[in-house]
């Protein structure tokens, strides 16, 4: 069974508006939550994460939210740029185990056009 | 500085032959991590090696798949009479702690058995 979930694959904004992605979780053990994104032919690239003690975390025009009742968290990226056109993956991990064994969703591809 | 190297970056294999998929983590990181990309999934976890042993394989599909790292560094995923199922593209991470460091990925090896 998937425990992280992107339920879209696919998304596509114009330069300048929001993106936002989403992803859903089902095991209430995750409590460290992470955002990759990948270009064709290289590996995934760390790029913000979010404790559950937190709600909210921010970096530049990268804003990771975490709802816990939901079980949601979000991405947002504003403005959106065609660089940020690649595939975003969300990232789950349960503390207990001691370190990041991620658990990942099947990613949503975002472009970004002029 | 360098990042995680892996090489093949391609490989491709006949049903049933033996395959290794070699690793070069980040100088300096204690932790790594397997992990398998299959076409529209997100990356699975396989292995984690803290220093020379591995701490959890719980990942690996099945007793074909191994993985060494003898001196601590660089580690081999081995796959022994390799089957179809197995095409993906294998990825391998490290970080300097095994938790709450950033995972760095390496660009993978995509496998293809023929």
């Known amino acids: 069974d998937q425990q992280v979930k992107q339920n879209s694959p696919s998304l596509s904004v114009q330069e300048g508006r929001i993106s936002i992605l989403n992803c859903d979780y089902t095991n209430s053990m995750f409590d460290y939550f992470l955002w990759y994104k990948k270009y064709p032919a290289e590996g995934p690239t760390f790029l913000i994460s979010i404790s559950s003690i937190k709600d909210k975390n921010e970096d530049g025009r990268f804003t990771v939210f975490l709802n816990k009742s939901a079980k949601h968290l979000s991405l947002h990226i504003v403005p959106s740029q065609p660089g940020d056109s690649a595939v975003y993956f969300c990232?789950?991990?349960?503390?207990?185990?001691?370190?990041?064994?991620?658990?990942f969703g099947a990613g949503t591809r975002l472009a970004v056009h002029p | 500085g360098a990042g995680v190297s892996q090489t093949p970056s391609n490989k491709v294999t006949e049903k049933g032959k033996y395959v290794e998929l070699r690793c070069d983590p980040i100088?300096?990181?204690?932790?790594l991590y397997w992990y398998r990309q299959s076409l529209g999934q997100g990356p699975e976890f396989l292995i984690y090696?803290?220093?020379?042993?591995?701490?959890?394989d719980s990942g690996l599909p099945n007793d074909r798949f191994f993985a060494v790292r003898p001196e601590g560094s660089v580690s081999t995923l081995k796959i022994q009479r390799t089957e179809r199922g197995d095409s993906a593209v294998y990825l391998c991470?490290?970080?300097?702690?095994?938790?709450?460091?950033?995972?760095?990925f390496g660009p993978g090896t995509r496998l293809t058995v023929l």
């Open positions: 090696f803290q220093g020379t042993g591995a701490a959890d």
């Open positions: 100088s300096g990181h204690t932790a």
């Open positions: 991470a490290s970080s300097f702690r095994p938790f709450t460091d950033t995972q760095y």
């Open positions: 990232a789950a991990s349960p503390v207990s185990g001691g370190y990041n064994k991620l658990i």
